[in-house]
C-alpha cells in the first residue's frame, strides 16, 4: 500500500526557521526604544534647544505642515503617525513622532514655545533609533519654511503639496 505524505523538503523547515529569526531580531531592536515621550526625553541620542527668529504662529505651522506631510502613513509592517498637544493655544505646543507596526516607539520628541521677547523656542529630543542626521538643521528649515522635504523620502507616498496656509494641517 502506497503512503501519501504532504512534505514539501527540508528548505521548507529552513525557512520557517529563518523567517522566526528575522521576527525575533525585529523584536530585539526595537526592545531598547523609548515607547514613551518621557523614555526618550529621559535618554535621548540627541537633544537640542534652539531659538527661530520666526512668530510663534508661522513657526507652528510650518512644523505642523512638515508633520502632516512627512510623518502619516507608511505600511502596515511601519507606520508613522504624530501626536500633537497644545498645552497652552498661542503659546506652546508638544508633539512626538511615533513609529508603529510591530510595536510602537517614539522617534522624536518636542517643545515649541512662544518666545515673549519674539520669534519661537524649540526643544527637541530624537531617539537611539532612526536614520535622522542633522536633525536641528532640518527642523530650523521646516519652522522657516525654507525646507519642504522630509527627513526620509521614503517615510511615505503622499505627494509634495503643502496644507494651504490658512488651514491648520492636522
Not at 45 to 68: C, K, Q
Request: contains cysteine.
Amino acid at each position: 500500500m502506497a503512503r501519501s505524505t504532504d512534505h514539501k523538503g527540508p528548505e521548507h523547515g529552513l525557512r520557517g526557521k529563518r523567517n522566526l529569526i528575522r521576527l525575533l531580531a525585529l523584536i530585539l531592536l526595537h526592545a531598547g526604544c523609548a515607547s514613551t515621550s518621557q523614555e526618550l526625553r529621559s535618554k535621548p541620542r540627541e537633544s537640542n534647544s534652539l531659538h527661530v527668529d520666526v512668530p510663534y504662529g508661522e513657526f507652528r505651522f510650518h512644523i505642523l505642515n512638515r508633520l502632516a506631510k512627512c510623518f502619516v502613513g507608511g505600511t502596515n509592517a511601519a507606520y508613522f503617525f504624530p501626536k500633537v498637544h497644545d498645552d497652552k493655544p498661542e503659546q506652546s505646543v508638544s508633539f512626538d513622532i511615533y513609529e508603529g507596526g510591530i510595536t510602537t516607539q517614539v522617534l522624536i520628541s518636542t517643545d515649541i514655545t512662544r518666545n515673549p521677547a519674539g520669534g519661537t523656542d524649540l526643544d527637541y529630543f530624537v531617539g537611539h533609533f532612526g536614520v535622522f542626521s542633522n536633525i536641528r538643521a532640518e527642523i530650523e528649515g521646516w519652522a522657516t519654511g525654507t525646507n519642504t522635504s522630509c527627513m526620509n523620502n521614503s517615510i511615505t507616498n503622499r505627494n509634495d503639496t503643502d496644507v494651504p496656509a490658512n488651514t491648520d494641517p492636522l
